[in-house]
């Protein structure tokens, strides 16, 4: 980030943070790199300190009044070349008052190959979440999605680009599977075994995990930010206002409303069920299945899995299937925002 | 358990592992249930599992289970000592845990200890006692005899093949009436169960697979690519088209059948093949498996053979009326005859075991969707369930591990109102458990709905064929073979 200029707060997101752990000796952090959002967790795994940040970023001509504006409101930006590029949160804003898009550094659960300010924007939004490591060495666990069949290499240049990142600030970082790290959050008392589900902007993950080990890891290319593109072209109305309708209002267990409730809906629906379609794909061409008689808990995680009555639609939909295991309790992970970051902090802590 | 196979330190949480075996994963579980800190769990978990995996092979080959499980339990008591040594506010907060592992280790070996001597004794006594008797072995006959009186006089319709024994006849008198459970095979725990089923091995005309099943596939033809959809409760065709079996359907094969003894092998052997000729012609079934066990693919899993005629069958949300294709037939080499499926042998009930098991994980096929014919099939120009009656009675759902699908409310009588006429009471004797709460699930809601019970049959009749004229290619027509058989 040589040759630009950063402003802003360096935190700014909606929690707070020390840097150090309780005892002050060491810092481990999680992290869920998503296409929609950042979230970090750190502290210890009983009440962990959580931040976000929006992973998104706005661009604007540059000029000398726009530019002094964002100074004045304490806006996070940098410039580069004519163009004011605003990060994070503060993005959506902007994308509102434009009644515009915001641009995202990662599609599909990876870097945006299709965005040329991908690297710089994440990094940028890393950098307001992960401070400089006080030991070098520190132990960081991010999250990665299992490997779509459309993202298979792009998947590694994605991984390596972050870890290169997180070493350069002195971590030792500690790539954890989205879904297994659903799993690490909410399902200790289980024994770490059962499905966690990860339903995020660029897409959903799964991992069967027996014992903490994943047996299989899966992911679906569409997430929230498919709901909303899709929504968005069938109504006419920017994806960002879609989404900002979905987070508010949405309500999946009453039908009706007007044609974006509608729309919402139908293309949650499709969601749940390309998901069911492909875990049950998935499940049936793995030899790798855990022999265990005990039924297996579902875990749902992730922002497009926050609307009132998504887990009831998603659980008649697992039901309507064949499963080759008994499908135990499916329940909404305690936080579900948070739960990816704290379960990469739980494997952190757990290593020495 | 290869070191690439547990990952390296930082593959660990992302790259998928074969899991451990059921027993290694259940002793793990027990030692984690006395943990409480999650951080120390997972430690100890990859602790267990991940730097300790190259003897999990060596415990594998111990052949029998307690002594398995006991090493599986220090094993993980030992990996529990590791991670306590590592700390000691661990070391404070797994004291429980590790407590109660060593006494389980320390009361499994003393028990090891005194198992063993006895062990060697009673096989010691054994041996004396083939020696000292060796014409016993020319006796057999009569006490399997004995033995098959026995079962015959409890529960089982299962007969044992021996040389010297022909089946019991059946009596006239013999009542019809016969619990559907049949005997159980003895436990599975003898010897070692591979944690997983593969293909272990395959020659032109035959696949061996990791649980013992060897299939025939010389008389293997393609069919019809299966293609079906399916309807929701509430009368939606669901969009999906599939192309996947969903569900076992279990079948006899109405032929003839010579007594298992010696001498009638030439009739034996030409029956079997005259009837894989005839089954293969008609492609009536996927799977036939006759009388000495032996399991032959007819019709490959992709297509569907025209095994189940019309049919009805359910599961939560979905209906199923094109059975063909939504259904791997099964069929075992008997018959149905005097109210009830002529006994299987052994042979053919491991084997039929062997294959639903392997069915069961290649298509994730689900428990309740392993039926027989008997219980699906319908004539829907009289309304009537009981087309076709093999394993209408008897089929033995707890030697296959399955549930018992006689106790479930038929889907065809509580949907669609189909019901039986008094031939069909004639020949079954009295109704099963499913059929009775089937309607009585029926007559509860003509009775919600202030109606008459027949014309809510009528009502359903009618959705029933509405219902079938919406599939895309009907079910087929009858199966050649196994004409109307009560």
Redesign the interface.
Known sequence: MDDRNDHGSESSGSGSHTGQSQSGTRTRIGLDVGTSKVVSARGD?ISPTTDSQLNAFFDVPYSALHEQGLKANRTPFYRENDRLIVYGDASEKFAHIFNANVRRPMAKGILNPSEPQATHVLETVLSTLVPQSRNPGELL?FS?PAAAPETGHELTYHEETIKRYLKGRGYTP????EG??VV?AEL?KE???GIGISCGGGMCNVAIS????????MSLAHGGDFIDASVGAVVNEPATRVKAIKEETLDLTREGGDKIDKALHIYYDKLI?QLV?EL?KA??KT???????QPMPIILAGGTSKPNGFRDRFE?AL??R???FQIGEVRMASDPLTATARGAL??A???? | MTAAARGSPTERYRRERPPVSRECGEELTRITDDIDDPIVKLRYLQKALNEDGDKSALVQLVPIPPARRAWYRLKGLRALDAVADADEEIAERTLAARKTARRVVVGASAAAMLFVPVLVAIVAWQVNRWRSEPEQVASVGSSTEANATAIEATTAPLSVPTTLTTPAPVEENTPVNQPPVAESLADDDVGIVPSMLWLADRGPDWELYSNGLRIETAYTVKGTPRDYRVHARDGKLLPTKLDRPIGILFHTSESDLWPLEPGYEKELRKGSEALLRFVKREQAYNYMIDRFGRVYRIVDDDSRANHAGHGVWARGDEVYLDLNSAFLGVSFESRWEGGRTLPITRAQLIAGRNLTHYLRQRFAIAPEMCVTHGLASVSPKRGLIGYHLDWARGFPFKAFGLPDLYAQPLPSVALFGFTYDSEFLRTMGERWPGLIAAEQQLAGEARQRAISLDDLRHERQAEYRRWRAELPTPAGDEPGLANRNR
Do not use: C, H, M
């Open positions: 795994n666990a990665v500690l790539a954890v599977n297994l790290a690490l200790a024994g770490f075994t027996y014992l903490s080990i994943p047996s299989l890891t069920e379609e049950g499940v049936q030899p790798k299945l855990p022999r265990n008689d008649k039901r309507r064949s499963w080759p739980v494997a802590l757990a290593e020495r």
